[in-house]
């Protein structure tokens, strides 16, 4: 296979041509988006709105997000091609685009730098976040160490019990680790502790969103922030194969790595977008994360988008195998990418990504983490209905080291079933 270093054109270049301005910054995508909030956190989040139209075109603020990128996080991250899994699929060509190498594992340091970047620029005493299974929770306490800010991380006080690692990564980190002992002690929980701290000292403070939702300037932001990825990525086939996908999917929890993958395809007429959403048991049962072959318009978290809700607009619990995906809802701007046909959003089950997860570490060495591995899923189901000479182009979300104690149980619990 050709490495990176040898191909005609160095990716590099996309970073170098590298700007968060080539798409218009949304406060609305059609009918979603928008700031669904109450009035006293309109200041904090216009403040922040302003700040992002500003750094985004400031030609200093963006080198130095470029140079991070470089230096720190190692980018560009590689496009490889993937032979064996390719013949495993048996049609078009499939091409990895590797954020699970980027530092701490996965694509959310992207958006943590950036937005610790614009923190900065705020000055700002203290950066908060909130966090479920502990890798936003990670990426944020990573780059507030890198850029000297304070960093605490609230927690439902359950989470805190059930990731004891990543407790211990932010903490090793120089993060506090904020427990929030109300309600079920989880997500829900600990966002709505860490909104409070926030609008109590929004001049003091940035709330550092860790995907594509929630309020305006944030589905922006983090989209200008994750498109890295798609830049790269298109850049880099050309390189590789001379011409760009036919295809190009990615995993959505709130959609980050996706929109950052497919947001600089979506002016390329011809590249098929297509979205895995987690099915966890299958959407014909309650137990799964599909906000967008599930869900119905609504509210959540500040904006309108495609959301899990039961006919009285309550927000309806959630199950997936993979903790990245375990959301009821989805950024806005998928739900108008759905909504207009630009991007194809697809369910995949838990024993679907489990069985990719596999099949992904035989072809081709690499553990992916499980949400990337309901990419891997549809990849080879989109490959294998086509021809040689197309190419499909999966974007491998992280790497599966943190995945371990869940993927020990789900083949304890599978050898159960079969017995
Ligand atoms: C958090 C996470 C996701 C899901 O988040 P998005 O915002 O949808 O990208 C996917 N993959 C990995 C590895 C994650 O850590």
Request: net charge negative; aromatic share 4%.
């Amino acid at each position: 296979m050709t490495r990176q270093a040898h191909a005609p054109a160095q990716p590099a270049d996309a970073l170098d041509g590298f700007r968060l301005d080539a798409h218009p910054m949304q406060e609305h995508f059609g009918p979603y988006g928008g700031s669904w909030i109450p009035e006293v956190l309109v200041p904090a989040a216009t403040r922040i709105a302003h700040a992002w139209a500003d750094a985004r075109q400031d030609p200093d603020f963006l080198a130095e997000y470029a140079h991070l990128c470089r230096t720190f996080i190692g980018r560009p991250t590689p496009l490889q091609d993937a032979p064996r899994l390719t013949s495993h699929a048996g049609g078009a060509r499939i091409l990895l685009k590797r954020e699970d190498l980027a530092h701490t594992g996965a694509h959310k340091i992207n958006n943590a730098i950036g937005q610790a970047l614009l923190a900065k620029r705020l000055g700002v005493t203290s950066v908060i976040a909130e966090t479920g299974a502990g890798q936003h929770g990670v990426a944020t306490a990573t780059a507030c160490a890198l850029l000297g800010i304070e960093c605490v991380v609230h927690m439902g006080s359950h989470d805190i019990e059930r990731q004891h690692p990543n407790v211990v990564r932010m903490e090793l980190l120089g993060a506090t680790v904020h427990p929030v002992d109300e309600g079920t002690r989880t997500l829900t929980d600990a966002v709505s502790s860490a909104v409070r701290a926030w609008i109590s000292d929004p001049e003091g403070t940035y709330y550092l969103i860790g995907s594509a939702v929630g309020m305006h300037p944030f589905p922006t932001m983090v989209r200008d922030l994750q498109c890295v990825i798609g830049h790269e990525a298109r850049v880099q086939s050309l390189a590789l194969v001379d011409q760009l996908p036919n295809a190009v999917v990615a995993c959505v929890g709130g959609g980050s790595n996706s929109i950052g993958t497919f947001v600089p395809f979506v002016a390329d007429e011809g590249v098929e977008l297509h979205g895995a959403e987690a099915a966890g048991d299958g959407i014909d049962t309650p137990r799964h994360a599909s906000s967008i072959a599930g869900g119905r318009d609504g509210v959540l978290h500040g904006a309108h988008t495609k959301l899990l809700q039961d006919d009285d607009g309550q927000v309806l619990p959630t199950h997936s195998i993979s903790a990245g995906l375990d959301y009821p809802g989805v950024g806005p701007e998928h739900a108008q990418l759905a909504a207009t046909g630009r991007a194809t959003y697809h369910p995949v089950t838990d024993a679907q990504a489990m069985d990719a997860l596999e099949v992904l570490c035989r072809t081709e060495g690499i553990i992916p983490a499980i949400e990337s591995a309901h990419a891997i899923h549809l990849a080879v189901e989109l490959a294998s209905t086509r021809s040689s000479d197309e190419v499909v182009l999966v974007t491998v979300s992280g790497r599966g080291d943190k995945d371990l104690s869940s993927i020990i149980a789900w083949r304890e619990g599978r050898l159960g079933d079969a017995r």
